[in-house]
């Protein structure tokens, strides 16, 4: 094959399919943010949707400089890239912005920026490069998991502390789903697990005030109906008013009424709900379903190990974050403030989960080499 052939063949691999839908579930994001904000008295809080057309704008360019440099060189560059992210943690802790109570800010020009956010990417390349230089030919055992493990929990102490129990979740997510898919024995697991029940309720120990609080309320939350069960509430109906086929585009009450609170970003999916109901909401769940299903079909096609691991950890990232804010707004789960990827407003996770997005279309058009 020629040069010119192959990167003609190369591109022929990239998964359109994939772009598209997450271009799909954007512009459902920019909607719903136009019209969460449609009433306020604020022009800040109006031009939001703008604010998130030229973040996915910029997200799209960041994607592209990382679909178009090889995964392997950037598994090369996988320390010193958890090194950045490592200082730029301690960064927000000496200068950072507090916002919701939680210091999690870095002041970047005119925008404010979340490290924590950009972190998640450069543990999945890193755990995914230690696990693939294991080279094991069978399942990891106690000791192989150390090092990833390691690696893992500084940046969940430190984004825990912050406090932002949310994110430091995901950390905790990012490696058990990297080295469950890489392989790891069954003793280890049910060991694990039984270890992970016994411990359960000491972690209460360790929560502050207003966390506990917000596990409490989520059992009761006409307990506190005008405070911490305040959002919760509203959610719940918001999301039922919608019924079948919702209220319609750009009718939603709870939202124009401003009795939802955080509309744009943890609770979008509730305005979404209420403006086009059950069905709209299945169809928008059906979405990100095939989009997951499409990034493991990459991870499971992937030439090799690497590949497969980043694609997985990526997959990992935004499934959690997706059921985990959906069951947030249903009032299943405490409020931590993980948003709705693609959907919520907010600049430093859509620009993560384009990155996570590079990652993947990466992975899925040079799987050629191996046809």
């Given at each position: ?119 998640k990417i450069t543990l999945i390349i890193l755990i995914a490069r230690i696990v693939d230089d294991m080279e094991k030919d069978e399942d990891m055992g106690v000791l192989d ?97 919608g019924g079948l086929w919702g209220k319609g585009l750009f009718e939603g009450t709870q939202s124009k009424l401003n009795f939802l609170p955080a509309k744009h970003t943890d609770f979008i999916f509730s305005v ?100």
């Amino acid at each position: 094959m020629t040069g010119e052939y192959i990167e003609q063949y190369k591109w022929r691999k990239f998964d359109s399919t994939l772009l598209f839908v997450v271009l799909l579930l954007c512009a459902i994001g920019v909607i719903a943010i136009y019209s969460s904000n449609l009433q306020s008295d604020s022009m800040f809080m109006k031009g939001l949707y703008l604010r998130q057309i030229y973040w996915i704008a910029l997200s799209l360019v960041a994607m592209g400089v990382v679909m178009v440099i090889d995964y392997h060189t950037i598994e090369r560059m996988a320390y010193p890239l958890y090194t950045i992210g490592i200082i730029s943690l301690i960064l927000v802790d000496i200068t950072g912005h507090t916002g919701g109570g939680s210091q999690r800010w870095l002041a970047l020009g005119g925008f404010n920026f979340q490290p924590s956010e950009v972190m998640k990417i450069t543990l999945i390349i890193l755990i995914a490069r230690i696990v693939d230089d294991m080279e094991k030919d069978e399942d990891m055992g106690v000791l192989d998991l150390l090092k990833p493990a390691f690696f893992a929990s500084v940046p969940f102490l430190m984004v825990a502390r912050q406090p932002d129990l949310g994110t430091a979740l995901i950390f905790i997510i990012l490696f058990a789903s990297i080295v469950l898919f890489a392989g790891i024995r069954k003793r280890i697991i049910i060991k694990t697990a039984a270890l992970m029940a016994i411990l359960a309720p000491l972690f209460w120990l360790f929560l502050k005030p207003y966390q506990k609080k917000r596990i409490l309320t989520l059992l009761d939350p006409e307990s506190d109906p005008m405070g911490q069960g305040y959002q919760i509430i509203q959610s719940k109906i918001a999301i039922g008013s919608g019924g079948l086929w919702g209220k319609g585009l750009f009718e939603g009450t709870q939202s124009k009424l401003n009795f939802l609170p955080a509309k744009h970003t943890d609770f979008i999916f509730s305005v979404v709900a209420e403006e086009v109901g059950f069905v709209g909401s299945i169809i928008l769940i059906a979405l990100f379903f095939f989009f997951i299903m499409r990034v493991m079909e990459t991870a499971i096609h992937s030439r090799d190990k690497f590949g497969a691991l980043i694609t997985v950890g990526v997959g990992s990232m935004i499934t959690f974050n997706l059921l985990y804010n959906i069951g947030m707004t249903l009032g299943l789960l405490p409020i931590v403030g993980l948003t709705a990827p693609f959907i919520s407003y907010g600049g430093s996770s859509l620009l993560t989960n384009f990155i996570g997005i590079g990652l993947v279309l990466n992975v899925s058009y040079r799987r050629f080499a191996s046809e």
